[in-house]
Protein backbone atom coordinates (compact mmCIF):
# COMPACT_ATOMS: atom_id res chain seq x y z
CA UNK A 1 0.00 0.00 0.00
CA UNK A 2 2.82 2.16 0.79
CA UNK A 3 4.93 1.64 -2.45
CA UNK A 4 2.41 3.66 -4.52
CA UNK A 5 2.69 6.44 -2.51
CA UNK A 6 6.57 6.82 -3.25
CA UNK A 7 6.68 8.59 -6.65
CA UNK A 8 4.25 11.14 -5.61
CA UNK A 9 6.93 11.87 -2.68
CA UNK A 10 9.87 12.43 -5.28
CA UNK A 11 7.65 14.27 -7.73
CA UNK A 12 6.97 16.47 -5.38
CA UNK A 13 10.57 16.66 -4.00
CA UNK A 14 11.71 17.31 -7.60
CA UNK A 15 9.07 20.12 -8.18
CA UNK A 16 10.19 21.72 -4.37
CA UNK A 17 14.16 21.39 -5.85
CA UNK A 18 13.05 23.51 -8.72
CA UNK A 19 10.93 26.27 -7.00
CA UNK A 20 14.16 26.12 -4.64
CA UNK A 21 16.70 26.89 -7.20
CA UNK A 22 14.08 29.38 -9.07
CA UNK A 23 13.61 31.26 -5.24
CA UNK A 24 17.40 31.44 -4.53
CA UNK A 25 17.91 33.39 -7.31
CA UNK A 26 16.83 36.28 -5.72
CA UNK A 27 17.30 38.05 -2.74
CA UNK A 28 13.75 38.75 -1.59
CA UNK A 29 12.58 34.90 -2.17
CA UNK A 30 15.74 33.49 -1.00
CA UNK A 31 14.64 32.72 2.55
CA UNK A 32 11.35 30.96 1.03
CA UNK A 33 13.44 28.63 -1.57
CA UNK A 34 15.46 27.35 1.62
CA UNK A 35 12.46 26.50 3.09
CA UNK A 36 11.09 24.49 -0.07
CA UNK A 37 14.52 23.00 -0.89
CA UNK A 38 14.75 21.73 3.09
CA UNK A 39 11.20 20.48 2.23
CA UNK A 40 11.77 18.68 -0.77
CA UNK A 41 15.44 16.85 0.59
CA UNK A 42 12.76 15.86 3.71
CA UNK A 43 10.07 14.19 0.83
CA UNK A 44 13.64 12.62 -0.93
CA UNK A 45 14.71 10.99 2.16
CA UNK A 46 11.02 10.08 3.36
CA UNK A 47 10.41 8.50 0.22
CA UNK A 48 13.64 6.57 0.14
CA UNK A 49 13.12 5.37 3.72
CA UNK A 50 9.36 3.99 2.68
CA UNK A 51 11.20 1.45 -0.20
CA UNK A 52 10.47 -1.98 0.19
CA UNK A 53 14.11 -3.30 -0.52
CA UNK A 54 14.87 -1.45 3.28
CA UNK A 55 14.94 -4.60 5.52
CA UNK A 56 16.45 -3.06 8.55
CA UNK A 57 16.86 0.65 9.57
CA UNK A 58 19.49 -0.46 12.17
CA UNK A 59 22.83 1.25 10.58
CA UNK A 60 20.59 3.83 8.77
CA UNK A 61 19.94 5.14 11.81
CA UNK A 62 23.48 4.92 12.81
CA UNK A 63 24.04 6.91 10.13
CA UNK A 64 21.38 9.14 11.06
CA UNK A 65 22.87 10.22 14.47
CA UNK A 66 26.46 10.49 13.16
CA UNK A 67 25.34 13.14 10.47
CA UNK A 68 23.27 14.92 12.71
CA UNK A 69 27.00 14.82 15.26
CA UNK A 70 28.54 16.30 12.00
CA UNK A 71 26.58 18.27 10.57
CA UNK A 72 24.74 20.52 13.95
CA UNK A 73 28.31 21.95 14.48
CA UNK A 74 28.65 23.00 10.90
CA UNK A 75 25.30 24.88 11.05
CA UNK A 76 26.74 26.66 13.91
CA UNK A 77 29.59 27.64 12.33
CA UNK A 78 29.79 31.39 12.07
CA UNK A 79 28.22 33.38 8.76
CA UNK A 80 31.57 34.21 8.11
CA UNK A 81 32.51 30.89 7.66
CA UNK A 82 30.38 30.31 5.23
CA UNK A 83 33.02 29.56 2.14
CA UNK A 84 34.48 26.86 4.45
CA UNK A 85 31.17 25.17 5.38
CA UNK A 86 30.54 25.28 2.17
CA UNK A 87 33.25 23.69 0.70
CA UNK A 88 32.82 20.41 3.43
CA UNK A 89 29.42 20.40 2.11
CA UNK A 90 30.98 19.68 -1.06
CA UNK A 91 33.47 17.42 -0.24
CA UNK A 92 30.83 15.39 1.81
CA UNK A 93 27.86 14.97 -0.60
CA UNK A 94 30.65 14.20 -3.39
CA UNK A 95 32.26 11.23 -1.19
CA UNK A 96 28.99 9.72 -0.20
CA UNK A 97 28.30 9.49 -4.44
CA UNK A 98 32.14 8.04 -4.30
CA UNK A 99 31.27 5.63 -1.63
CA UNK A 100 28.01 4.46 -3.38
CA UNK A 101 29.31 3.82 -6.72
CA UNK A 102 31.79 1.97 -5.08
CA UNK A 103 29.33 -0.13 -3.07
CA UNK A 104 27.80 -0.80 -6.74
CA UNK A 105 30.62 -1.96 -8.46
CA UNK A 106 31.29 -4.76 -5.69
CA UNK A 107 27.95 -5.40 -5.66
CA UNK A 108 27.07 -5.54 -9.58
CA UNK A 109 30.39 -6.98 -10.72
CA UNK A 110 30.36 -8.99 -12.69
CA UNK A 111 26.83 -8.91 -14.05
CA UNK A 112 27.07 -5.01 -14.69
CA UNK A 113 26.15 -3.73 -18.34
CA UNK A 114 28.51 -0.88 -19.87
CA UNK A 115 25.76 1.31 -19.68
CA UNK A 116 25.67 1.27 -16.08
CA UNK A 117 29.54 0.72 -15.79
CA UNK A 118 30.24 4.16 -17.63
CA UNK A 119 27.88 5.98 -15.46
CA UNK A 120 29.39 4.32 -12.37
CA UNK A 121 32.72 5.62 -14.11
CA UNK A 122 31.99 9.30 -13.99
CA UNK A 123 30.38 8.98 -10.21
CA UNK A 124 33.23 7.59 -8.95
CA UNK A 125 35.60 9.74 -10.84
CA UNK A 126 33.94 12.81 -9.88
CA UNK A 127 33.42 12.10 -6.60
CA UNK A 128 36.35 11.16 -5.23
CA UNK A 129 37.77 14.27 -6.74
CA UNK A 130 35.28 16.90 -5.40
CA UNK A 131 36.25 15.02 -2.04
CA UNK A 132 39.42 16.08 -2.19
CA UNK A 133 39.44 18.73 -4.30
CA UNK A 134 36.46 19.74 -1.83
CA UNK A 135 39.23 19.46 1.25
CA UNK A 136 41.92 21.31 -0.33
CA UNK A 137 39.39 24.13 -0.44
CA UNK A 138 38.46 24.29 2.93
CA UNK A 139 42.07 23.96 3.74
CA UNK A 140 42.98 27.07 1.91
CA UNK A 141 39.83 29.07 3.15
CA UNK A 142 40.39 28.44 6.52
CA UNK A 143 44.02 28.98 6.10
CA UNK A 144 45.14 26.00 6.92
CA UNK A 145 46.96 25.46 3.87
CA UNK A 146 48.59 28.20 1.98
CA UNK A 147 46.46 30.59 0.04
CA UNK A 148 48.60 31.77 -2.50
CA UNK A 149 49.19 28.95 -5.57
CA UNK A 150 51.37 26.18 -5.05
CA UNK A 151 53.09 25.63 -8.32
CA UNK A 152 56.28 23.50 -9.54
CA UNK A 153 57.94 22.91 -12.75
CA UNK A 154 55.15 21.33 -15.83
CA UNK A 155 52.87 21.05 -12.80
CA UNK A 156 50.01 21.29 -15.72
CA UNK A 157 51.70 18.48 -17.33
CA UNK A 158 51.45 16.46 -14.69
CA UNK A 159 47.83 17.61 -13.89
CA UNK A 160 46.66 16.67 -17.68
CA UNK A 161 48.53 13.72 -17.65
CA UNK A 162 47.08 12.10 -14.24
CA UNK A 163 43.62 12.81 -15.25
CA UNK A 164 44.32 11.25 -18.90
CA UNK A 165 45.35 8.08 -17.14
CA UNK A 166 42.16 8.00 -14.34
CA UNK A 167 39.57 9.16 -17.49
CA UNK A 168 41.93 5.99 -19.27
CA UNK A 169 41.72 4.09 -16.66
CA UNK A 170 37.23 4.24 -16.36
CA UNK A 171 37.12 4.13 -20.02
CA UNK A 172 38.81 0.94 -19.34
CA UNK A 173 36.71 -0.34 -16.85
CA UNK A 174 33.57 0.58 -18.61
CA UNK A 175 34.52 -1.72 -21.52
CA UNK A 176 35.98 -4.92 -19.21
CA UNK A 177 33.99 -4.22 -15.97
CA UNK A 178 35.29 -7.13 -14.51
CA UNK A 179 39.23 -5.77 -13.84
CA UNK A 180 38.40 -5.31 -10.39
CA UNK A 181 42.18 -4.94 -10.02
CA UNK A 182 42.04 -1.54 -11.31
CA UNK A 183 38.98 -0.08 -9.85
CA UNK A 184 40.92 0.71 -6.49
CA UNK A 185 43.62 2.37 -8.88
CA UNK A 186 41.06 3.86 -10.54
CA UNK A 187 39.50 5.04 -7.11
CA UNK A 188 43.03 6.55 -6.23
CA UNK A 189 43.72 8.86 -8.90
CA UNK A 190 40.96 10.80 -8.83
CA UNK A 191 41.90 11.55 -5.18
CA UNK A 192 44.92 12.16 -6.06
CA UNK A 193 43.97 14.84 -8.80
CA UNK A 194 41.69 16.35 -7.15
CA UNK A 195 44.58 17.36 -4.47
CA UNK A 196 46.71 18.52 -7.24
CA UNK A 197 43.71 20.34 -8.98
CA UNK A 198 43.51 22.79 -6.28
CA UNK A 199 46.93 23.49 -4.64
CA UNK A 200 47.85 25.61 -7.62
CA UNK A 201 44.66 27.85 -7.52
CA UNK A 202 45.26 31.32 -5.30
CA UNK A 203 42.76 32.28 -3.17
CA UNK A 204 41.64 35.09 -5.11
CA UNK A 205 40.11 31.87 -7.45
CA UNK A 206 38.40 30.46 -4.72
CA UNK A 207 34.59 31.71 -5.32
CA UNK A 208 35.02 30.59 -8.93
CA UNK A 209 36.10 27.46 -7.44
CA UNK A 210 33.43 27.04 -4.77
CA UNK A 211 30.93 27.00 -7.55
CA UNK A 212 32.97 24.63 -9.96
CA UNK A 213 33.05 22.32 -7.15
CA UNK A 214 29.72 22.49 -6.91
CA UNK A 215 28.60 21.73 -10.19
CA UNK A 216 31.02 18.69 -10.19
CA UNK A 217 29.26 17.33 -7.08
CA UNK A 218 26.20 17.71 -8.70
CA UNK A 219 26.97 15.87 -12.02
CA UNK A 220 28.61 13.08 -9.72
CA UNK A 221 24.97 12.66 -7.93
CA UNK A 222 23.31 13.10 -11.06
CA UNK A 223 25.67 10.16 -12.61
CA UNK A 224 24.90 8.09 -9.29
CA UNK A 225 20.26 8.63 -10.47
CA UNK A 226 21.23 6.40 -13.63
CA UNK A 227 23.58 4.26 -11.75
CA UNK A 228 20.77 3.37 -9.59
CA UNK A 229 17.91 4.48 -11.57
CA UNK A 230 16.64 6.80 -9.68
CA UNK A 231 15.07 9.99 -11.49
CA UNK A 232 14.82 12.00 -8.38
CA UNK A 233 18.52 12.00 -8.01
CA UNK A 234 19.16 12.80 -12.08
CA UNK A 235 17.05 15.80 -11.53
CA UNK A 236 18.41 17.00 -8.17
CA UNK A 237 22.06 16.24 -9.74
CA UNK A 238 21.73 18.39 -13.10
CA UNK A 239 20.35 20.90 -11.42
CA UNK A 240 23.14 21.66 -8.55
CA UNK A 241 25.53 20.34 -11.92
CA UNK A 242 24.10 22.95 -14.25
CA UNK A 243 23.67 25.95 -11.85
CA UNK A 244 26.95 25.31 -10.66
CA UNK A 245 28.47 25.55 -14.10
CA UNK A 246 26.04 29.03 -14.88
CA UNK A 247 27.00 30.30 -11.82
CA UNK A 248 30.94 29.36 -12.64
CA UNK A 249 30.93 31.23 -16.00
CA UNK A 250 29.05 34.35 -14.13
CA UNK A 251 32.48 33.98 -12.22
CA UNK A 252 34.84 33.99 -14.67
CA UNK A 253 33.22 36.62 -16.54
CA UNK A 254 33.11 39.02 -13.69
CA UNK A 255 37.09 38.83 -13.17
CA UNK A 256 37.41 38.54 -17.12
CA UNK A 257 39.35 35.12 -17.37
CA UNK A 258 38.24 31.93 -18.41
CA UNK A 259 37.94 28.36 -16.96
CA UNK A 260 41.65 27.43 -18.05
CA UNK A 261 43.34 30.14 -17.17
CA UNK A 262 41.36 29.92 -13.68
CA UNK A 263 42.55 26.05 -13.18
CA UNK A 264 45.99 26.23 -14.59
CA UNK A 265 47.07 29.81 -14.52
CA UNK A 266 48.38 29.87 -10.88
CA UNK A 267 46.10 33.21 -10.40
CA UNK A 268 47.28 34.92 -6.80
CA UNK A 269 51.53 35.06 -7.22
CA UNK A 270 52.75 38.38 -5.26
CA UNK A 271 54.56 39.66 -7.75
CA UNK A 272 57.97 41.44 -6.84
CA UNK A 273 57.89 44.76 -6.34
CA UNK A 274 59.46 47.32 -9.79
CA UNK A 275 62.70 49.54 -8.46
CA UNK A 276 61.55 52.76 -7.95
CA UNK A 277 58.09 52.41 -7.75
CA UNK A 278 55.69 51.10 -4.69
CA UNK A 279 58.82 52.65 -2.15
CA UNK A 280 58.32 56.32 -3.61
CA UNK A 281 54.67 56.21 -3.41
CA UNK A 282 52.93 58.30 -0.52
CA UNK A 283 49.59 57.23 1.01
CA UNK A 284 47.49 59.50 3.47
CA UNK A 285 46.06 57.89 6.57
CA UNK A 286 42.99 59.25 8.45
CA UNK A 287 41.83 58.69 11.88
CA UNK A 288 38.45 57.49 12.68
CA UNK A 289 37.55 61.11 13.82
CA UNK A 290 38.86 62.68 10.19
CA UNK A 291 36.43 59.73 8.60
CA UNK A 292 33.63 60.74 11.04
CA UNK A 293 33.77 64.30 10.30
CA UNK A 294 33.90 63.49 6.20
CA UNK A 295 30.79 61.49 6.71
CA UNK A 296 28.84 63.85 8.58
CA UNK A 297 28.75 66.32 5.67
CA UNK A 298 28.35 63.73 3.07
CA UNK A 299 24.99 63.31 1.46
CA UNK A 300 25.66 59.92 -0.76
CA UNK A 301 27.89 57.02 0.53
CA UNK A 302 28.44 54.19 -0.95
CA UNK A 303 29.98 51.37 1.07
CA UNK A 304 31.75 48.57 -0.33
CA UNK A 305 32.49 45.62 1.29
CA UNK A 306 35.06 42.91 0.93
CA UNK A 307 37.14 39.75 2.74
CA UNK A 308 38.51 42.16 5.32
CA UNK A 309 35.01 43.08 6.34
CA UNK A 310 34.13 39.01 6.66
CA UNK A 311 37.78 38.41 8.52
CA UNK A 312 36.86 40.86 10.96
CA UNK A 313 33.21 40.07 11.44
CA UNK A 314 32.22 43.92 10.52
CA UNK A 315 29.10 43.35 9.56
CA UNK A 316 26.54 44.18 12.64
CA UNK A 317 29.00 47.32 12.94
CA UNK A 318 28.42 48.33 9.34
CA UNK A 319 24.93 48.03 9.91
CA UNK A 320 25.11 50.53 12.88
CA UNK A 321 26.78 52.92 11.18
CA UNK A 322 24.10 52.86 8.04
CA UNK A 323 21.48 52.95 11.02
CA UNK A 324 23.11 56.48 11.78
CA UNK A 325 23.70 57.74 8.57
CA UNK A 326 20.31 56.85 7.69
CA UNK A 327 18.74 58.10 10.53
CA UNK A 328 20.99 61.79 9.70
CA UNK A 329 19.23 61.69 6.28
CA UNK A 330 22.71 60.77 4.41
CA UNK A 331 21.54 58.39 1.69
CA UNK A 332 23.54 55.04 2.15
CA UNK A 333 23.82 52.11 -0.91
CA UNK A 334 26.39 49.28 -0.61
CA UNK A 335 28.48 47.83 -4.03
CA UNK A 336 28.80 44.15 -4.34
CA UNK A 337 31.32 43.04 -6.72
CA UNK A 338 29.92 39.12 -8.00
CA UNK A 339 33.45 38.14 -6.72
CA UNK A 340 33.81 39.79 -3.25
CA UNK A 341 34.81 37.90 -0.50
CA UNK A 342 35.41 33.79 -1.31
CA UNK A 343 32.07 32.27 -2.36
CA UNK A 344 29.39 33.59 -4.76
CA UNK A 345 27.23 35.89 -2.58
CA UNK A 346 29.22 35.57 0.21
CA UNK A 347 28.93 39.39 1.27
CA UNK A 348 25.60 38.87 0.51
CA UNK A 349 24.81 36.84 2.71
CA UNK A 350 26.61 38.88 5.56
CA UNK A 351 25.49 41.85 5.23
CA UNK A 352 21.58 40.12 4.74
CA UNK A 353 22.75 38.57 8.49
CA UNK A 354 23.06 42.19 9.82
CA UNK A 355 19.59 43.33 8.46
CA UNK A 356 20.40 45.38 5.60
CA UNK A 357 17.83 46.08 3.31
CA UNK A 358 17.91 44.24 0.61
CA UNK A 359 16.97 47.05 -1.56
CA UNK A 360 20.29 48.69 -0.53
CA UNK A 361 22.76 45.78 -1.73
CA UNK A 362 22.72 47.29 -5.52
CA UNK A 363 25.53 45.07 -7.84
CA UNK A 364 28.12 45.93 -10.00
CA UNK A 365 26.11 46.79 -12.97
CA UNK A 366 23.48 48.97 -10.99
CA UNK A 367 25.92 51.18 -9.19
CA UNK A 368 28.31 52.14 -10.83
CA UNK A 369 27.04 55.37 -12.85
CA UNK A 370 26.74 56.15 -8.88
CA UNK A 371 30.07 56.48 -7.77
CA UNK A 372 30.75 59.82 -9.89
CA UNK A 373 27.60 61.73 -7.67
CA UNK A 374 28.95 59.94 -4.50
CA UNK A 375 30.44 62.01 -1.53
CA UNK A 376 32.13 59.52 0.01
CA UNK A 377 33.21 55.30 -1.27
CA UNK A 378 33.95 53.57 1.60
CA UNK A 379 35.84 50.25 1.33
CA UNK A 380 35.58 47.87 4.08
CA UNK A 381 38.18 45.39 3.35
CA UNK A 382 37.89 44.79 -0.97
CA UNK A 383 41.28 45.01 -2.37
CA UNK A 384 41.43 43.87 -6.16
CA UNK A 385 38.03 44.32 -7.42
CA UNK A 386 38.44 47.75 -7.02
CA UNK A 387 41.92 48.40 -8.54
CA UNK A 388 41.91 50.82 -11.28
CA UNK A 389 44.98 48.73 -12.61
CA UNK A 390 42.30 46.65 -14.17
CA UNK A 391 41.48 49.06 -16.76
CA UNK A 392 44.70 50.33 -18.47
CA UNK A 393 47.37 48.40 -17.27
CA UNK A 394 47.92 45.41 -19.63
CA UNK A 395 50.67 43.77 -17.36
CA UNK A 396 48.32 43.17 -14.35
CA UNK A 397 47.05 40.41 -14.04
CA UNK A 398 43.80 41.58 -13.67
CA UNK A 399 43.29 43.70 -16.61
CA UNK A 400 40.52 43.49 -17.97
CA UNK A 401 38.39 42.26 -14.82
CA UNK A 402 35.01 44.52 -14.62
CA UNK A 403 35.83 46.36 -11.36
CA UNK A 404 34.10 49.03 -8.60
CA UNK A 405 34.28 52.40 -10.01
CA UNK A 406 35.51 53.29 -6.83
CA UNK A 407 38.25 55.53 -7.94
CA UNK A 408 35.41 58.05 -9.74
CA UNK A 409 33.98 59.30 -6.03
CA UNK A 410 34.44 62.62 -4.39
CA UNK A 411 36.48 60.71 -1.46
CA UNK A 412 37.28 57.49 -1.02
CA UNK A 413 38.36 55.73 2.39
CA UNK A 414 39.99 52.50 2.65
CA UNK A 415 39.76 50.28 5.95
CA UNK A 416 42.56 47.69 5.82
CA UNK A 417 44.66 46.00 8.26
CA UNK A 418 48.08 46.58 6.01
CA UNK A 419 49.05 47.64 2.78
CA UNK A 420 49.53 44.17 2.34
CA UNK A 421 48.14 43.28 -1.42
CA UNK A 422 44.88 41.19 -2.01
CA UNK A 423 44.41 37.78 -3.14
CA UNK A 424 45.80 38.50 -6.67
CA UNK A 425 48.87 39.30 -5.20
CA UNK A 426 48.95 43.47 -6.65
CA UNK A 427 49.03 46.49 -4.76
CA UNK A 428 46.21 48.75 -5.38
CA UNK A 429 46.52 52.08 -7.39
CA UNK A 430 43.47 53.60 -5.72
CA UNK A 431 45.68 53.71 -2.39
CA UNK A 432 48.08 55.89 -4.02
CA UNK A 433 45.20 58.64 -5.30
CA UNK A 434 44.73 62.16 -4.32
CA UNK A 435 41.58 61.51 -2.87
CA UNK A 436 42.13 58.63 -1.13
CA UNK A 437 42.44 58.20 2.41
CA UNK A 438 43.85 55.13 4.13
CA UNK A 439 42.09 54.26 7.36
CA UNK A 440 44.06 51.33 9.11
CA UNK A 441 42.66 49.13 11.36
CA UNK A 442 40.77 46.05 11.90
CA UNK A 443 37.89 46.68 10.02
CA UNK A 444 34.94 46.07 13.06
CA UNK A 445 37.64 48.26 15.41
CA UNK A 446 37.22 51.15 12.88
CA UNK A 447 33.71 51.27 12.22
CA UNK A 448 33.29 51.01 15.65
CA UNK A 449 35.24 53.99 16.59
CA UNK A 450 33.68 55.88 13.70
CA UNK A 451 30.46 55.13 14.54
CA UNK A 452 31.37 56.16 18.44
CA UNK A 453 32.63 59.28 17.49
CA UNK A 454 29.26 60.29 15.02
CA UNK A 455 26.78 59.40 17.92
CA UNK A 456 29.23 62.01 20.21
CA UNK A 457 29.32 64.47 17.34
CA UNK A 458 26.31 66.38 15.69
CA UNK A 459 24.80 65.30 12.15
CA UNK A 460 24.01 67.57 9.28
Known sequence: MIEPVIPLLYLAAAASFVLALKWLSSVTTARRGVVIGVLGMALAVCGTLLKPEIVSYRWIAVAFVLGSVIGVPMAMMPMTAV????????????????????????????HI????????????????LTFTASLMAFGKLQEILPTRPITYRNQNVVNVALLGVAVAAGVYLAVRPETAWLFPIFAALALVFGVLLIIPIGGADMPTVISLLNSYAGLSAAAMGFVLNNKLLIIAGALDGSSGLILSVIMCRAMNRSFTNVLFGAFGQVQPAVAGGAEEKTVRSASAEDAADIL???????????????????????RELYDILTKARVEVKFAIHPVAGRMPGHMNVLLAEADIPYDKLMEMEMVNSE?????????????????PAARHDRDSPIYGMPILDVDKARTIMVIKR?????FAGIENELYYMDRTLMVFGDAKAVVGSIVKELAGGAMH
Open 113 to 128: DRFTMSALALEVLLGF
Open 83 to 110: PQRTALSHAFGALAAALVGTAEYYLQTP
Open 371 to 387: FPQADVALVIGANDVTN
Open 418 to 422: SMNPG
Open 296 to 318: RAANLVIVVPGYGMAVAQAQHKV
